[in-house]
């Protein structure tokens, strides 16, 4: 099946860019999806289509995917903005919507 | 804008079933596609399985292939999700979402609108 790899955590000071990936075999010619989601709380879709993003959701939020890896990037970070972060797509071998593991972004 | 709302938190014995409901309003799902995710404690997300206007069916991920259902009632914009066979591994926060869609897709959509949870306890 197809494994979407991401780092456990990324740590990033107020202000700075924070840049959490998404390896995946090819993942270039996949569609990704990026969602956040804070404690306690259901997800929320920042990033879809690799760098699209829903009304309401800051441009400091963007995306960007080629060859074997996906990039989830959020400028200027805020506190808010602390939360755990999941790429998805959709394997068309296997017909399964698959999530990687989350990144949790910590604003220190 | 749609709005998801879940049925309410249950606690269930090993090798009982549970039916969560998730019922659209403010919209519909009727030309969306329907999904359940779930998440174990401290645990990332996990597609159960859904309904895509591309496939036009039910399909379920693997793990849980043979012990998930997943059905759509259009009339009340209710969907709902059963689980048979509860394991205490089956713990866990369970999500409805809807993927949205164009005419004519040909490819699954992203997940834009999420309910707010239903909380599954398997304890003997």
């Known amino acids: 099946s197809y494994v979407l790899t991401q780092p456990p955590s990324v740590s990033v000071a107020p202000g700075q860019t924070a840049s959490i990936t998404c390896g995946g075999n090819?993942?270039?010619?996949?569609?990704v999806h990026w969602y956040q989601q804070k404690p306690g709380q259901a997800p929320v879709l920042v990033v879809y289509a690799d760098r699209d993003r829903p009304s309401g959701i800051p441009d400091r939020f963007s995306g960007s995917n080629s060859g074997n890896t996906a990039t989830l990037t959020i400028s200027r970070v805020e506190a808010g903005d602390e939360a755990d972060y999941y790429c998805q797509v959709w394997d068309s071998g296997s017909d399964y919507y698959v999530f990687g593991i989350g990144t949790r972004v910590t604003v220190i | 804008q749609v709005q998801l709302m879940q049925s309410g938190a249950a606690v269930k014995k090993p090798g009982s079933s549970v039916k969560v409901s998730c019922k659209a309003s403010?919209?519909?799902?009727?030309?969306?596609?329907l999904h359940w995710v779930r998440q174990a404690p401290g645990q990332g997300l996990e597609w159960v399985g859904g309904i895509s206007p591309v496939f036009g069916i039910a399909k379920y991920g693997q793990v849980f292939q043979g012990r998930v259902t997943i059905t759509t009632d259009e009339s009340t914009g209710t969907a709902y999700m059963e689980v048979s066979s509860l394991r205490p591994e089956d713990t866990a926060v369970y999500y409805c979402?809807?993927?949205?869609?164009?005419?004519?897709?040909?490819?699954?959509?992203?997940?834009?609108?999420w309910g707010q949870g239903t909380l599954v306890t398997v304890s003997s």
């Open positions: 090819n993942i270039g010619s996949k569609a």
């Open positions: 979402a809807r993927e949205a869609s164009l005419p004519m897709a040909t490819v699954p959509y992203q997940f834009d609108a």
């Open positions: 403010g919209g519909t799902f009727s030309s969306y596609g």
